[in-house]
């Protein structure tokens, strides 16, 4: 009964650091979403994918890449960590697309990112 | 321009009370889905409740309640007979093809 599952839970990085946040998902979801948390603005998209081996841009893809070489697992990496990539990061995944009833989207427990 | 904005970011009510969080949004489809989150501060967010544009009638889920007038594009949401476990962040989301979320609301139930 996992669901989304997020690693590492917490994280400290210096400017200029690379690191890679693992999402993992037991529900056989097409749909696998990263979102970043920051105070007063909500949950913004970084990227998605609408299956395994497609990745897409979402609101504010810049400093991020990802990769889902798995059906269950996507990957959202920081190439060279800057400090307004502090945040908490948010994995999700759906069954269906936007624009559907069916998208309600599980969420896993966050990664709270903080880069000196 | 936001696309879906919560104009309360804190509110505080009294256990057993009723609290009515608010929720205004912006769309050109007509058909699109609403939904409320809830994040307790162990930070797993959860599904609230869902509302289908079409649907004339609002959707209810137990104490949780919504007053979805589209002509206003207003999606309220009504916490009835709050408890202690309500205590939580909820974001108002629009699902219009793209989905986007509010800013949230951080809800306190008073003991």
């Known amino acids: 009964n996992a669901g989304v599952t997020q690693t590492p839970k917490f994280r400290v990085l210096k400017t200029g650091q690379s690191m890679t946040l693992l999402c993992a998902q037991d529900?056989?979801?097409?749909?696998m979403y990263w979102y970043r948390q920051d105070p007063g603005m909500g949950l913004r998209l970084i990227h998605y994918?609408?299956?395994?081996?497609?990745?897409a841009k979402g609101e504010v893809p810049d400093g991020y890449n990802v990769s889902r070489l798995k059906k269950q697992n996507f990957l959202l990496g920081l190439e060279s960590a800057a400090p307004s990539q502090t945040s908490v990061y948010f994995c999700?995944?759906?069954?269906?697309?936007?624009?559907?009833?069916?998208?309600?989207?599980?969420f896993g427990a966050g990664s709270r990112l903080t880069v000196l | 321009a936001q696309t879906v904005t919560q104009s309360q970011p804190e509110m505080s009510v009294q256990e057993a009370e009723t609290v009515t969080l608010s929720c205004t949004y912006d769309?050109?489809?007509?058909?699109?889905?609403l939904f409320w989150y809830k994040q307790p501060p162990s930070r797993q967010m959860i599904l609230v409740i869902r509302?289908?544009?079409?649907?004339?009638q609002n959707a209810t889920e137990n104490r949780f309640s919504v007053n979805f007038q589209k002509a206003a594009k207003s999606f309220s949401l009504k916490i009835s007979d709050s408890q202690l476990g309500d205590t939580a962040m909820y974001f108002c989301a629009l699902d219009d093809y793209k989905l986007s979320f509010g800013a949230g609301t951080t809800v306190t139930v008073r003991a």
């Open positions: 769309t050109s489809e007509n058909n699109y889905y």
């Open positions: 529900m056989n979801h097409e749909y």
């Open positions: 999700a995944s759906s069954s269906s697309g936007t624009g559907y009833g069916a998208n309600v989207l599980t």
């Open positions: 509302q289908e544009a079409y649907k004339q």
């Open positions: 994918s609408v299956g395994e081996g497609t990745t």
